[in-house]
């Protein structure tokens, strides 16, 4: 059974940092391409950024380029978000996702995690 599990959620001022992190259990980590989504109240779940499983090729939505970057440890089978200069608008549940295509979109992944809590206030 795959398993995802994030952490590093919270609250944070505009301006601030975090780091989430997700780790993985119960496939082989470094074939999977790994994935942060976001979903604000209200809106769908949108896509944050992207990992290749050998972590050399990364794909980021327009609205984190620049400030958020992904990374993976696959000693550790985790991948994380960094994430600098939030603002509010970045407020969102941060999920973690698995699977075998790196696509700047909900296909491709079949195993999800329950998600992280980021609130940014202003």
């Known amino acids: 059974q795959v398993l995802l599990v994030e952490s590093g959620g919270g609250l944070v001022q505009a301006g601030g940092s975090l780091r989430l992190s997700c780790a993985a259990s119960?496939?082989?980590?470094?074939?999977?391409?790994m994935g942060w989504f976001r979903q604000a109240p209200g809106k769908e779940r949108a896509f944050v950024a992207s990992?290749?499983?050998?972590?050399?090729?990364?794909l980021y939505a327009n609205s984190v380029k620049g400030r958020f970057t992904i990374s993976r440890d696959n000693a550790k089978n985790t991948v994380y978000l960094q994430m600098n200069s939030l603002m509010p608008e970045d407020t969102a549940v941060y999920y973690c996702?698995?699977?075998?295509?790196?696509?700047?979109?909900?296909?491709?992944?079949?195993?999800w995690g329950q998600g992280t809590q980021v609130t940014v206030s202003s």
């Open positions: 996702a698995a699977g075998l295509l790196m696509r700047p979109d909900r296909t491709g992944y079949n195993y």
């Open positions: 119960g496939r082989t980590f470094s074939r999977d391409a």
């Open positions: 990992i290749s499983g050998s972590g050399g090729g990364t």
